[in-house]
């Protein structure tokens, strides 16, 4: 890869750590910039650091701070750091809340090395990458199975060039991909992105595509 893609792990166990460390650091482009051992170390780490990691791979359960909670702060300070969340936990709560918050994917520590490796690379081009679980889940929370309701409000009105962009974003088109499509440049796909965030109140690509699926302003196969 052309650019060298950063990456922070946050995990109490050094052994997973050091391991995903070696497994990453093997592909191309990847760089293991920070390790903490709990929210709270991570938190400093990043605060103290020249340079913000591209991804997280975080935990969720972990001693002092858990996973949940650095990453509320993480989302409020550090908007541009995309959190991958690597956990055993996998259960629909967990996931629809970590959604809800912003992580840009969602993976069982059971994940192949390959799908891990694959999926930083999808988030850091498109923003956000769910798997056939995670969609599901998402799936169903907007399909009247879950107590989430949908938050649409007649006051947003998109024009028809954001509604197509929106669409391609859902479809987990890049940016490139979007601009070639649509005959646009990236700076103009940018824009477009940057009014969708501002209209729907939505903090970055994960959620915008969260709100897009809940809201039915999309439609996908």
């Known amino acids: 890869m052309e650019n060298t893609i950063h990456i922070a792990i946050a995990d109490d166990e050094a052994l997973f750590r050091r391991g995903m460390k070696l497994i990453l650091e093997d592909h191309p482009g990847f760089l293991v910039t920070l390790e903490a051992e709990n929210g709270q170390d991570l938190l400093q780490k990043i605060r103290q650091s020249d340079t913000l990691p591209d991804v997280l791979l975080l935990d969720l359960k972990m001693p002092v701070m858990s996973g949940i909670e650095a990453a509320e702060v993480i989302r409020k300070e550090f908007p541009s750091v995309m959190i991958v969340v690597i956990s ?108 969708l965030l501002s209209k729907l109140g939505c903090k970055n690509t994960a959620g915008l595509v969260v709100y897009a699926l809940r809201n039915e302003l999309v439609k996908l196969g």
């Open 88 to 195: 055993s936990h996998v259960s629909k709560a967990f996931i629809l809340n970590m959604i809800e918050i912003g992580a840009a994917s969602y993976l069982g520590k059971n994940a192949d090395p390959d799908e891990v490796a694959e999926t930083i690379r999808m988030v850091c081009e498109k923003g956000f990458f769910y798997n056939a679980l995670v969609m599901e889940v998402i799936r169903e929370s907007i399909s009247g199975k879950s107590t989430i309701k949908p938050q649409r409000s007649f006051e947003v009105e998109l024009t028809s060039r954001e509604q197509e962009v929106l669409q391609l974003i859902c479809e987990e088109y890049t940016t490139q991909e979007i601009a070639d499509k649509l005959y646009i440049s990236n700076r103009t796909v940018d824009g477009h992105r940057n009014n």
